[in-house]
């Protein structure tokens, strides 16, 4: 199908993309990559009347160091992120996870802040974003740039705490520098959304699990992280046997979706197998 008519605007500041919004209000719709937006354009599932074109705003792009954490702006792409060396350094399980993300070209053009901002939970960003503890800075119409944390981030289905008039500008990652990561994904077809995903960080010392932190995807309306398992891992060996009864608990209080590719219970099933995996690479067993 063919999008339904709208105007473009390609500003060159944040504060010009924000006077557009606050012009024409939930008539305007931001376009990051496109990757998600323009299927949904092209279906008239949302018919804008202006189409807000980010990318041409260069202060929303880029990796910088800012001590004990990194600011990844939020048009930074995915190929942007698996080429830096600070975030392949100091958050490798992001890196882990985008070079899971579709094929070459996608990642060339889909941006971290979009995929955050559309809030999939099949998307394969939120849930490393989840387990690094990050937290995404929004900023106002009068350029006031408000944090939030990422438990606070997604709302539910497709939503977030971005409000009318706002725009995501930032991710902010406190580094893991030293940790092991690993990001397993279950699908039945190549570059397909996460049937089920887990990303897993972790500290170990000695062969002993020190920290652990897990994300899930596609286990609810939104990213999730799994606090009980995460606390239940430290202090265990990193073998199989010592972390297979944990891991295998990482469904409970799930809500996943039930569909063609399977229903919750099997979901919660490979979720737990998927989490067990997850944390042994990321423990380097």
């Known amino acids: 199908m063919i999008p339904a008519p709208f105007d ?8 010009e993309a924000l006077a557009v919004l606050a012009e024409k209000g939930d008539e305007a719709k ?3 990559g496109g990757q998600s937006l323009l299927p949904i354009l092209r279906m008239r599932l949302n018919t ?3 189409l807000v074109d980010l990318s041409r705003v260069p202060e929303l792009r880029g990796v910088t160091d800012a001590g004990d954490h990194l600011r990844i702006g939020a048009m930074t792409t995915y190929q942007d992120l698996l080429d830096s060396d600070l975030v392949q350094e100091h958050a490798t399980l992001l890196a882990t996870a985008i070079a899971e993300v579709a094929d070459p070209q996608i990642r060339h053009r889909g941006t971290l802040g979009g995929a955050l901002a559309h809030a999939d939970p099949a998307g394969d960003v939120g849930a490393p974003v989840l387990a690094l503890d990050a937290s995404m800075v929004v900023t106002g119409a009068d350029g006031t740039e408000r944090t939030v944390a990422g438990r606070d981030f997604f709302v539910d ?6 409000q009318e008039g706002e725009l995501l500008t930032a991710v902010l990652v406190p580094k ?3 940790w092991g990561s690993a990001y397993e994904k279950f699908v039945r077809v190549s570059h397909q959304w996460a049937i089920v995903g887990v ?11 020190a920290e652990a932190k897990v994300g899930l995807t ?3 309306a939104t990213p999730l992280r799994a606090p009980e398992v995460e606390q239940a891992l430290v202090g265990r060996p990193a073998t199989d046997e ?5 891991c295998a608990r990482v469904g409970q209080g799930t809500e996943p979706p039930s569909d063609l590719n399977g229903d919750a219970d099997y979901r919660r099933h490979v979720a737990g197998v998927l989490t067990r995996r997850a944390v042994l690479a990321a423990a380097g067993a």
């Open 8 to 15: 473009y605007v390609a500003p060159a500041t944040v504060a």
């Open 30 to 32: 931001v376009i990051a």
């Open 48 to 50: 804008p009347e202006v």
């Open 157 to 162: 289905l497709f939503e977030t705490a971005v």
């Open 176 to 178: 893991h520098t030293g």
């Open 199 to 209: 990303a897993a960080c972790v500290r170990a010392e000695g062969g002993t699990i």
């Open 218 to 220: 596609n286990m609810g």
């Open 242 to 246: 010592a972390v297979r009864e944990v």
